[in-house]
C-alpha cells in the first residue's frame, strides 16, 4: 500500500459527458502527479501540482483540468469526454516540488470507460 | 516522439535465472532514471533508481546499469523469482522545463516460469 489513494476504482460513463476523479495524497506529500495509462502505451504525463500551485504541465488536453485543494487532495476533471480518453489515471505523489533523487509513490488508479 | 523505449514488450525467464530488462533514451538532459514495477490491477511501485554520476546501483537481488554514451540502463534480476512476474516501466527525470515529472517508456512484462 502507497498510501496514495484514488477514488472511484472504476467510472463507466457516455461521450460528451464529465467525469471528475479524486487523489489523496500520502501523508505529508505535497506534490500530486496525474498520468494517463491508455490501451499499449507507458504512462503519459498530465500535470503536476505542488501544494496548491500548478508546477508543470504535460500533454493535456484542453477538455482536462485539475486542481489541488488546501488539504492537498487533488481532483482531476475531464470533459467532453470521446471514446479514445478510455484509460487508467494514475495519482502519484511525492514530499517535494520535483522528483529528482526520489521516486514518486502511485495510488491504484482509476480504470475510465467511456461508451 | 518517445524519449525513454524498452523496445522488449515481453521477456520469459526460468526461475533462478537471470532476467535483463533494456531501457534507451534520447534526451541527454535526464539525469536520474527509475525502473517501477507493476502488478496488475495496482498501481507502479517503486523498484530502485540510478543518477546520471553513477554507473551501477545494487539493491538485494536488483541492480541497474547505466551507459551514459550509449544512453542505454538494464535492470538484473538475480536470481529471478516466480514473484518477479510484473510489468517493468523505466522512467527518466525530464529536467529542462519539465520540473521533474517522470517520462516513462512502455514497459516489459516479465514472465518468470517456476
Known amino acids: 500500500d502507497s498510501g496514495v489513494t484514488q477514488t472511484p476504482k472504476h467510472l463507466i460513463t457516455a461521450t460528451g459527458q464529465r467525469v471528475t476523479l479524486r487523489c489523496s495524497p500520502r501523508s505529508g506529500d505535497l506534490s500530486v502527479y496525474w498520468y494517463q495509462q491508455s490501451l499499449d502505451q507507458g504512462l503519459q504525463f498530465l500535470i503536476q501540482y505542488y501544494n496548491g500551485e500548478e508546477r508543470a504541465k504535460g500533454n493535456i488536453l484542453e477538455r482536462f483540468s485539475a486542481q489541488q485543494f488546501p488539504d492537498l487532495h487533488s481532483e482531476l476533471n475531464l470533459s467532453s469526454l470521446e471514446l479514445g480518453d478510455s484509460a487508467l489515471y494514475f495519482c502519484a505523489s511525492s514530499p517535494l516540488g520535483t522528483s529528482g533523487g526520489g521516486e514518486q509513490f502511485f495510488g491504484p488508479g482509476t480504470r475510465l470507460t467511456v461508451l | 516522439d518517445q524519449q525513454v523505449k524498452q523496445n522488449s514488450p515481453s521477456l520469459s525467464v526460468q526461475e533462478g535465472r537471470i532476467s535483463i530488462l533494456n531501457c534507451d533514451y534520447t534526451?541527454?538532459?535526464?539525469?536520474?532514471f527509475l525502473w517501477y514495477k507493476k502488478y496488475p490491477a495496482e498501481g507502479p511501485t517503486f523498484l530502485i533508481s540510478i543518477s546520471s554520476i553513477k554507473d551501477k546501483n545494487e539493491d538485494g537481488r536488483f541492480t541497474v546499469f547505466l551507459n551514459k554514451s550509449a544512453k542505454h540502463l538494464s535492470l538484473h534480476i538475480v536470481p529471478s523469482q516466480p514473484g518477479d512476474s510484473a510489468v517493468y516501466f523505466c522512467?527518466?527525470?525530464?529536467?529542462?522545463?519539465?520540473?521533474?515529472?517522470?517520462?516513462f517508456g512502455k514497459g516489459t512484462k516479465l514472465s518468470v516460469k517456476p
Open positions: 522512467a527518466a527525470i525530464g529536467y529542462g522545463g519539465s520540473q521533474g515529472n517522470l517520462i
Open positions: 534526451n541527454s538532459m535526464f539525469d536520474y
